[in-house]
């Protein structure tokens, strides 16, 4: 399968600080997505974005497929930004999502 | 609203019990999937289900099985075989199946803890 590294593995932000947060993956993808996971466990998708840049509010990401990485960018962090951030990913030929092992994010006030 | 409903959310069992964890979507999404998250790992795939009446072996199914008798409905069921089910399990669905699956969509979650 498809490896799956993320990093840095614990980040500790001051509220208002930014910070990226990284995904490499080993092999060609089609398929790939960022996802927050609240204290309660649920995942939230946050983009889905196999090649390219997107934005949404304080959170954007950029996937370069060619050079299979993926930037996470977080500006202004709340503490509400606090949880773990999995990436994961999916191959032109296999059968699953990949999943790396997250980024657990604190933001204390 | 759409979504992707499982139940129970918390689960106790003793051990040598089977039981069946609830998963209903109506996304009206052809792909369904169960994963498993143990502390402080990602999410690992148990089975998955891309039609009705057909589903595949994940790289952790061992101990589980599915069934899919409706597009809506996907059940598993944690049976006495497997060796360390208390977990944190996770559905999902996707408008297709792999390999170009499109977005993947979550419920929230059924934690099983064996007593």
């Known amino acids: 399968g498809i490896q799956v590294e993320q990093s840095p593995p614990d980040l500790i932000l001051q509220e208002g600080a930014n910070s990226t947060l990284r995904c490499n993956f080993s092999d060609s993808v089609n398929n790939l997505q960022w996802f927050h996971q609240n204290p309660w466990g649920q995942l939230i998708n946050l983009f889905y974005i196999p090649s390219g840049t997107k934005q949404n509010g304080r959170l954007s990401a950029t996937t370069v497929a060619t050079e299979r990485y993926s930037l996470l960018y977080i500006s202004s962090s709340q503490t509400t930004d606090s949880g773990v951030y999995f990436c994961a990913v999916g191959g032109n030929t296999g059968n699953q999502f990949y999943f790396g092992t997250g980024t657990s994010l604190t933001v204390i006030p | 609203d759409g979504g992707i409903t499982q139940s129970p959310k918390y689960l106790f069992r003793k051990e040598g019990q089977n039981v069946t964890l609830s998963c209903e979507q109506n996304l009206n999404h052809d792909a369904m999937y169960w994963y498993r998250q143990d502390p402080g790992q990602g999410l690992r795939l148990i089975y998955y289900?891309?039609?009705?009446?057909?589903?595949q072996k994940g790289d952790i199914a061992e101990g589980y099985s599915v069934s899919r008798e409706k597009k809506e409905s996907f059940p598993l069921t944690v049976t006495s075989a497997q060796k360390n089910p208390t977990a944190f399990y996770l559905c999902?669905?996707?408008?297709?199946?792999?390999?170009?699956?499109?977005?993947?969509?979550f419920g929230e979650g059924s934690r099983l803890t064996v007593l």
């Open positions: 999902a669905s996707s408008i297709r199946g792999p390999p170009n699956t499109g977005e993947l969509f």
């Open positions: 289900s891309q039609i009705v009446n057909d589903f």
